[in-house]
């Protein structure tokens, strides 16, 4: 299941592409120009990097989880996935998933033992997890959209955002004011939490309390294209949202400040390379990279810290 040495027939495509719109206003954001890394996926999302330097991201449709190192080799990481989505590493440097066939938040252990963190809320079960974020703490937050679960099959009424305490207790965070929750990013400080809506273009902002509870949703952005989806934050409180016109720049008062364009509609990102200044953009069939001036923002453990990993808040 893990580990396995097959590697893709993919060539990577390294050629520089037109990436921007409103350059005046990213200038001090970006820092190169969009490349294509590589292509010939079936529908690529949810990246996150390993401290030890590679970077994992899902193939949905393919079911399964993909390995990427920085000498362009590609290789299963996880098959089957599951069809997972969002991707993050907790605290010990360990795989949480959002797995949409098993509708379930899933940790894979050191071992490659595959435990599931949340399934049920109310001896319900869950929707389709979608999407995550993970504060210093190890409190873990997820969208549950219903995207992929027939209407016959849906136990749950709502579609929510959930918190999953250290202990591993389940909390149903916010449910109101969503169609499709998606995307989820916390600001530096981890005082905010961002969740975007995949149907109705906004994007909600939400306190958070030292318990890790949710409290004051409110509006912070919106973008006009459709399609909401991944989230992430610089170390600067920049917010980054996929959609399907492309990654939208939001600073931390909620002014949308610029446009980065991809060629093929944008699912969802994430920070990478040593230095953490690398965004790579998971696109339809393709994996694309881009250098920013701006580290991005992951709250990083002990562990990490030993890792090497870069950016974030040290604890």
Request: charged share 30%; net charge neutral; proline share 6%.
């Amino acid at each position: 299941m893990f580990g396995k040495n097959r590697m893709f027939s993919i060539i990577p495509a390294m050629f520089l592409l037109c990436s921007l719109s409103s350059w005046a206003d990213l200038s001090e954001i970006v820092d190169g120009k969009i490349e294509q890394v590589a292509t010939g996926f079936q529908f690529t999302e949810g990246p996150v990097w390993h401290p030890d330097g590679y970077l994992l991201f899902s193939d949905i449709p393919a079911n399964q989880i993909i390995k990427w190192t920085a000498v362009n080799t590609f290789e299963v990481f996880r098959e089957p996935s599951d069809n997972s989505n969002g991707l993050a590493l907790d605290m010990k440097g360990r795989l949480i998933a959002c797995e949409t066939s098993k509708r379930r938040v899933s940790r894979t252990r050191k071992d490659g033992t595959i435990v599931t963190l949340a399934e049920k809320f109310e001896e319900k079960r869950l929707n389709s997890p979608n999407d995550l974020v993970i504060r210093s703490d190890g409190t873990i937050y997820f969208s549950d959209p219903d995207f992929g679960t027939p209407k016959e099959e849906k136990d749950l009424a709502y579609q929510g955002v959930y918190r999953i305490s250290p202990d591993r207790k389940l909390f149903l965070e916010a449910k109101e004011g969503f169609e499709k929750p998606n995307g989820l990013a916390l600001s530096p400080d981890e005082k905010t939490l961002y969740v975007d809506d995949s149907h109705t273009g906004f994007i909600q902002a939400f306190d958070v309390q030292p318990d890790g509870s949710l409290k004051n949703g409110r509006r912070f952005g919106e973008i006009p294209a459709k399609g909401l989806d991944g989230a992430k934050v610089d170390v600067k409180g920049n917010l980054y949202v996929t959609a399907s016109d492309g990654i939208s720049v939001f600073d931390p008062s909620g002014k949308r400040i610029g446009l980065i364009e991809v060629p093929e509609g944008p699912a969802n990102l994430a920070f990478g390379d040593a230095d953490f200044k690398t965004l790579y953009i998971t696109a339809k069939k393709s994996l694309y990279r881009m250098r920013m001036k701006n580290e991005g923002f992951r709250p990083v453990s002990p562990t990490f810290k030993e890792a090497g990993s870069g950016g974030g808040k040290k604890n």
